[in-house]
T-cell receptor, first 112, second 115 residues
């Protein structure tokens, strides 16, 4: 089946640093979603993107729907310890009504 | 409060002993889905349902069954669990908008260990 390549797999950063992660696909997607999973919890939606080029912010988080429609980026500015968790990208391929495809996740660790 | 509720949250069982993980959502969502999460493999879809009485296989359906007799419930059945089904399981639901799934809402997860 289709796959999303999410990178990096893990990040160890200092509190206050900015973070960038991305997802790429080999085919065109018409929806990109970014989720965060706290330890012991289910993923929670952070940002949803529906148009190529769209740039959306949610507090210190900013995500973009790539112009080619084959990628998306998530940036976190001025990281804090509670940003720790696993971040997943998810996308719906063009022409697909149903299922989202998930990246394998980026595990973020923040050193105080 | 809008939510997806899974039970049990934790279960240790033995090989071959049938078990059911329940999932219920109170948001009147048409679409429901089960995922398993394993280290390094991310979220893999087991089964999904676009509406009542409509179910379909995801990427890793072997060893699992589901049913969708009511809109709110989507139980996951392991008829004869094996150790390779030890995993963290998530149920999720979504409204359908113009036939397309929207944003997925996840349950809190069910950690299953098969000895």
């Amino acid at each position: 089946g289709q796959q999303l390549n999410q990178s990096p797999q893990s990040m160890f950063i200092q509190e206050g640093e900015d973070v960038s992660m991305n997802c790429t696909s080999s085919s065109i997607f018409n929806t990109w979603l970014w989720y965060k999973q706290d330890p012991g919890e289910g993923p929670v939606l952070l940002i949803a993107l529906y148009k190529a080029g769209e740039l959306t912010s949610n507090g210190r988080l900013t995500a973009q729907f790539g112009i080619t429609r084959k990628d998306s980026f998530l940036n976190i500015s001025a990281s804090i310890p509670s940003d720790v968790g696993i971040y997943f990208c998810a996308g719906r391929p063009r022409g697909s009504q149903g299922n989202l495809i998930f990246g394998k996740g980026t595990k973020l660790s923040v050193k105080p | 409060e809008a939510q997806v509720t899974q039970n049990p949250r934790y279960l240790i069982t033995v090989t071959g002993k049938k078990l059911t993980v329940t999932c219920s959502q109170n948001m009147n969502h048409e679409y429901m889905s089960w995922y398993r999460q394993d280290p390094g493999l991310g979220l893999r879809q087991i089964y999904y349902s676009m509406n009542v009485e409509v179910t379909d296989k995801g990427d890793v359906p072997e060893g699992y069954k589901v049913s969708r007799k009511e809109k709110r419930n989507f139980p996951l059945i392991l008829e004869s669990p094996s150790p390779n089904q030890t995993s963290l399981y998530f149920c999720a639901s979504s409204p359908l908008v113009a036939g397309n799934t929207g944003e997925l809402f996840f349950g809190e997860g069910s950690r299953l260990t098969v000895l």
